[in-house]
């Protein structure tokens, strides 16, 4: 398999949205399944571009997943701190997983920040439940920060996430 990775063309939005959206549903990332509000974001490819950089990874132009890198002080940021990019809604297809396109995404995402003057570190939230995503995180030297745990919707107790950075 020869992974590409790249910027997200407007003709795969739609597609991109999808296979995010049913990567959380199929992996029960969401409280409430098909009518859970975090469906709509994660399905809105078209506003992310607007204010991240929303890369694919493709194969012969079968498209794999994609990721949100935010650079630092993006917009869409949700922990990144000044300095730091983040990286947010990573999600391959289901029928594509294990075989290196969630590393490619993230490895091309560190490769982004590093390329970024003042960029110092990149972080990420993630589920306790996303176990292969947390040995792609540590395999290229991501550490845990639980002292930046949190919790997206306080209303609910049962939902912390797991917050992962990496020094550059």
Known sequence: MDIVIRRAASGEYDALGEITAQAYLQDGLLDFGESDAYLDELRA??????????LVAVDDDHLLGGVTFV??????????????AEIRMLAVA????????????????????????GCTAVVLSTQRTMHAAHRIYERLGFTRAPERDWNPLPELDDITLLTYELTL
């Open 45 to 54: 490819v078209a506003k992310r571009v607007t204010a991240a950089d929303v």
């Open 71 to 84: 650079p630092s002080g993006g917009p869409m940021a949700d922990i990144a701190q000044p300095g730091e």
């Open 94 to 117: 289901r029928e594509a997983r294990g075989k290196g396109a969630g590393e490619a995404l993230v490895r091309a995402c560190v490769d982004r920040a590093r390329a970024t003057a």
